[in-house]
């Protein structure tokens, strides 16, 4: 057995507010005080009370560098000079009009001229909801109930978007397959039964936890066409965090529908569905359709969300803030390989976007740079009996001023110097030494 209570007073001792704060926390919200299954974290995570840039701030006044950035919404980092502005500006005009406004035409022109397949678009409340509404007029569209998804992909949480393996989850029309494997797609779409095909952009979770072939998903437009399947490429992620056009213009498809969210509104919250002008034709109340689908949401395109959402996409446009976070992603993730060469740990750094994934574990590549996956088995990527090393490892990093997302997910802005990733590297190496000492991580020696 080790000892790792002394970390765990340590953290106590240094953030005695947040854990306050966590014991109210724990009488509200059932997730043991938290309120996102990927905010859970025992003791707590700190309770935040300012932000700004790549930092964020907790009532006990602990600095920390952060890699969560609004569960990737903040490609530009928190609080830019642009959105505020246009936030603050926005609020004194009023922030729900309930009616059509400027401003919602001017951000869905800027996201059509960034994304060509978005002939069309309908703005949610969250990337959930527009995912919910690709599933509704894909039946209509198609005729079909049933939709297939990509294993361990993620989409939301509504029925057909869950994980199957969750309980209460309605997925009686769903059918799950692994990703990469061309010919069971190719066996599951020749059944012509299927409404919608769902995939991540980039692969599954956060835009590439577990990389997906871009060969692979080259193929799907002609395999979806033949077998009258419409493709729908989530991007809520790596829309516009990626490219100005999304990992699509990246690697060269059209799929038939995407989803945005996330980083096209500034750090407010949305959701867009956008595509080919016929599929969304069943909105139009004068079209043909027997019955007509309707979108109802408060929240749809609320002038506050758009006045951001424009402000961002000024500067999304440009690709400079992609370029930029890209380039401290592949600076953490190089420093980061080496760290763990030195000390004799297995694992590695891996992804090629602005999101940089840690795996823990004997690898298939001798890594120094970063690579798509570091084992040729993609399912130990995301074992579950590692999840308690990343949390030790979440833990350590937050006693040492690095705030990330489980533990193992790095996400970055056009923001991180390389100085903040000098630190975090510090912080990183000496958390890895705090896990040996302790026996929660073993090195090869
Ligand atoms: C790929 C992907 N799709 C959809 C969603 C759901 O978006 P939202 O949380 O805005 O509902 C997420 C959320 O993380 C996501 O990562």
């Known amino acids: 057995m080790h000892d790792e209570s002394e970390l765990n007073k340590q953290y106590q001792e240094k953030t005695p507010q947040s854990a306050k704060w966590h014991k109210r926390a724990k009488k509200l919200f059932p997730a043991e005080g938290a309120t996102h299954f990927a905010r859970v974290l025992r ?3 700190p309770y935040i009370k300012k932000a700004d840039g790549v930092k964020k701030w907790d009532l006990d006044g602990n600095e920390y560098i952060d890699y969560v950035l609004g569960h990737g919404a903040l490609l530009l980092g928190h609080n830019h000079p642009d959105i505020v502005k246009a936030v603050q500006e926005q609020v004194s ?29 309908l703005f949610c409340a969250c990337g959930n909801e527009a995912n919910m509404m690709a599933v509704r007029l894909a039946r209509v569209i198609t005729g079909r109930k049933k939709i297939l998804r990509l294993e361990k992909h993620y989409h939301g949480w509504a029925d057909e978007l869950a994980s199957p393996a969750e309980p209460g989850v309605g997925q009686d029309n769903v059918v799950v397959i692994p990703q990469n494997d061309l010919e069971k797609l190719e066996r599951e779409l020749a059944k012509e039964e299927y409404a919608l095909l769902l995939t991540e952009a980039g692969g599954a979770f956060l835009g590439g936890r577990t990389p997906i072939d871009p060969d692979y998903v080259r193929k799907i437009p ?21 490219a100005p056009g999304g990992w699509q213009s990246i690697i060269g498809v059209q799929p038939d529908l995407t989803t945005l969210g996330k980083c096209i509104g500034g750090g407010l919250n949305v959701g867009v569905l ?12 004068g079209g043909n359709f027997s019955r007509q689908v309707m979108q109802g949401g408060t929240w749809n395109a609320n002038p506050l969300t758009a006045s951001a959402g424009i402000a961002a996409g000024k500067l999304l446009k440009t690709g400079e803030p992609q370029r930029k976070a890209a380039e401290a992603a592949d600076l953490l993730r190089k420093e980061g390989n080496l760290i763990l060469k030195q ?17 823990l574990g004997p690898v298939d590549y001798d890594l120094t740079d970063s690579l798509r996956s570091p084992v040729k088995d993609l399912a130990k990527l995301t074992s579950p009996e590692k999840a308690t090393i990343y949390n ?13 997302l489980i533990g193992s997910i790095f996400i970055l802005s056009n923001l991180h110097t390389d100085v903040h990733i000098h630190k975090t590297m510090q912080a990183f190496s000496d958390s890895l030494e705090g896990m040996l000492k302790e026996g929660s991580l073993k090195n090869n020696r």
């Open 43 to 45: 003791p707590h995570r």
């Open 93 to 121: 005009k009023g922030v729900l009009y309930g009616e059509n406004h400027p401003l919602e035409v001017e951000w869905a022109e800027l996201i059509q001229e960034m994304m060509p397949i978005a002939e069309r678009m």
């Open 222 to 242: 002609a395999l979806t066409q033949k077998y009258g399947t419409l493709w729908l490429l989530d991007e809520v992620v790596s829309g516009f965090r990626t």
């Open 274 to 285: 956008v595509g080919r002008a016929d599929i969304f034709e069943p909105l139009n109340p």
């Open 343 to 359: 000390k004799g740990i297995s694992g590695a750094f891996y992804g090629d976007s602005s999101i940089a994934f840690l795996y």
């Open 392 to 404: 030790r490892l979440l833990l350590h990093l937050l006693q040492r001023g690095v705030a990330n």
